[in-house]
């Protein structure tokens, strides 16, 4: 089984929608991830959380909000959905070294 | 905020040739971080590498950190087809506690890279 699951895989939704990716890791890392990756752009940060009580801006926060539920499951939810939001996101966590270990993707497409 | 550029952005290559991919910031990390992605999958992480000089070596692979720990490089010898894919490289901010960049990844755009047979 993967160590990090993110569902679902693929989602299309229209602007101005809610939607919510979520995110599972099996590894007991206490550190979490969202990211997003735009042709060109690499991976930006959306949010990291370092404990289940902490959560914090990464650089690219606007538009977006997380929920870290326990340990294991950390989800990012886009309040009101818009094209430029179209993009692969990513979920990820990390030992205490930095060793940074990716889920699957999650592809958005907004209309 | 700490950069990150990569180069090049593309790179188009035959079977059996030499590549080198190079990633450089005016910022100092903590330790530098290469990963390979293929389409429709996460990035995985390659090698870490830590010390200043440090030199790694995984197969044909070989990664190597700036003495100054500012910059970095991937060297492949006789590129094979499965080589075919999109590598990151990444920095990881400063190891003080309590400062913006702390334990945080910073990514390059990234290097597609594709082998001909």
């Known amino acids: 089984d993967a160590d990090v699951t993110q569902t679902p895989r693929n989602r299309i939704t229209k602007t101005g929608k809610r939607i919510m990716l979520e995110c599972s890791q099996t590894k007991g890392h206490d550190r979490m991830y969202w990211y997003r990756q735009d042709p060109g752009l690499g991976l930006q940060l959306i949010y990291y959380s370092f404990d289940v009580k902490d959560i914090n801006k990464g650089e690219i926060s606007d538009g977006y909000s997380v929920s870290r539920q326990a340990q294991a499951k950390f989800s990012l939810s886009l309040e009101s959905a818009i094209p430029n939001q179209t993009a692969l996101y990513f979920c990820?966590?990390?030992?205490?070294?930095?060793?940074?270990?990716f889920g699957p993707g999650t592809r958005l497409t907004v209309l | 905020t700490q950069l990150l550029e990569q180069s090049p952005q593309f790179l188009s290559i035959q079977e059996g040739e030499n590549l080198t991919v190079y990633c450089n910031s005016s910022s100092v990390f903590s330790s530098l971080q290469w990963y390979r992605q293929e389409p429709g999958e996460g990035p995985v992480l390659l090698v870490t590498v830590v010390t200043g000089g440090e030199v790694k070596k995984l197969k044909r692979l070989t990664f190597q950190f700036g003495d100054a720990r500012k910059d970095s490089s991937l060297h492949i010898t006789a590129a094979q087809t499965g080589d075919t894919g999109l590598y990151l490289c990444a920095g990881k901010g400063p190891a003080n506690a309590g400062g913006t960049s702390y334990g945080k990844l910073t990514f390059g755009q990234g290097t597609i890279l594709t082998v001909h047979p």
């Open positions: 990820a966590t990390s030992d205490f070294k930095g060793n940074t270990f």
